[in-house]
């Protein structure tokens, strides 16, 4: 089932001899419970198109569909909505909330949707995270790799359609990226989740069923590495 569909996406910068295209032409689609991994030099256009997979930057030309829904076709309302209801974010440095504990950063985003948690689930993220004894911890009292937890769960409180992860693993030593990216994995396979993660990493990207490579703002390479 097609999940999220990407149809002839620019995105532009300046304008006549300043003129930049951070993307040029770039499609491609992704099934629902994929992991696919975006890989590229520095400036190949990866964060940028991350940025408007997410609903974060428009684009300057070209679609996005998610579940059959034209993303910029949505007024700015709806667009935050889709932001807060469909996307999960997980960033490079964590972007916790300083004075909220790893419970009430994993809770955010529900609350700010003005929902209730689902208790179950919120205890079942936790014991999967390994968080059990870290619940009351703020951020400051916590390793980057359970910080680097803390933002996945975030990510996934709202069963969002995507999960965009952008160098998930770019701030931790390699036993905390190791433990990151089979969070990742495990998030797909036992919640069926659909994962985007960007990285520049070409190893760390052969943990994904896909690597879609870019290259100046084009799509070069589109392949399976794993069923």
Do not use: W
């Not at 930049?20 to 696919?36: P, T, Y």
């Not at 930057?57 to 909505?81: I, M, Q, W």
């Not at 994962?195 to 399976?224: F, P, W």
């Amino acid at each position: 089932m097609e999940l999220l569909k990407v149809e002839h996406l620019c995105k532009n910068y300046g304008r006549g001899a300043t003129l930049v295209k951070a993307l040029d032409d770039v499609g491609f689609s992704i099934a629902k419970g994929e992991f696919v991994a975006i890989v590229g030099a520095s400036g190949s256009g990866k964060s940028t198109l991350l940025h408007i997979l997410g609903g974060v930057d428009r684009p300057s030309s070209g679609k996005v569909y998610v579940n059959d829904e034209d993303v910029y076709a949505l007024n700015e309302t709806n667009l935050a909505v889709f932001r807060r209801r469909e996307v999960g974010l997980v960033y490079q440095f964590y972007n916790l909330i300083p004075i909220l504990n790893v419970e009430e950063n994993m809770t955010l985003p529900i609350l700010l949707d003005n929902k209730k948690p689902d208790q179950n689930y919120l205890k079942e993220l936790i014991c999967t995270l390994g968080l059990e004894n870290r619940v009351r911890h703020l951020p400051n009292e916590l390793s980057g790799g359970q910080q680097q937890r803390v933002s996945i769960g975030r990510a996934l409180m709202n069963h969002p359609a995507i999960l965009l992860a952008d160098e998930p693993t770019g701030n931790l030593d390699s036993k905390a990226s190791h433990e990151i990216i089979e969070l990742l994995k495990l998030s797909n396979e036992k919640y069926k989740q659909t994962i985007i993660m960007i990285t520049h990493d070409h190893n760390l990207a052969l943990n994904a069923s896909r690597i879609i490579t870019l290259d100046d703002g084009k799509v070069v390479s589109d392949e399976r590495v794993r069923s």
